[in-house]
């Protein structure tokens, strides 16, 4: 019996290592985007809370010199803020585009795993007629009258 050799193995094993790599390239990108969502979300909560202050200080007269910096300092925060989105923005593109290579290193993959897997199934049939081709030739060859 002949063992099963897979002439396209060695490309498999590069496929599947692109793939890995390529998982590997898309969860970094993931974590990065994120880290990126988790900044944004603390610059907008913090200017959530800096107006929730303001409204309390406009409230009291004898604070009112503070208003002036506070707008000064939400409009830093917002430019940091609309920073961050373009960032979050980049970061999502970046995302889609790792996903985008690892299907496509997934979808290679598995052309060549199906292919292995119909000529390993090719492979099985022929060994089982051969087999069965030897125990008739056997038999024929034991019962009275064959060759």
Do not use: C
Request: zero cysteines; aromatic letters at 8%.
């Amino acid at each position: 019996m002949k063992p099963f050799r897979f002439r396209l193995q060695k490309l498999l094993r590069l496929r599947e290592a692109r793939e890995e790599q390529r998982l590997s390239k898309f969860g970094a990108q993931q974590r990065i985007l994120d880290s990126e969502r988790t900044k944004l979300g603390l610059f907008e909560g913090e200017a959530l809370n800096q107006l929730h202050e303001m409204s309390v200080v406009v409230a009291r007269p004898f604070r009112a010199w503070m208003h002036g910096a506070n707008d000064k300092y939400l409009g830093r925060l917002q430019r940091v803020i609309d920073f961050q989105r373009d960032q979050t923005r980049q970061q999502e593109f970046k995302v889609e585009q790792s996903r985008q290579e690892y299907l496509k290193a997934k979808q290679e993959t598995g052309a060549l795993e199906k292919l292995r897997e119909h000529q390993l199934e090719n492979w099985r049939v022929e060994e089982r007629l051969d087999e069965q081709k030897v125990l008739d030739d056997t038999r024929a060859l034991r019962e009275p009258g064959g060759e």
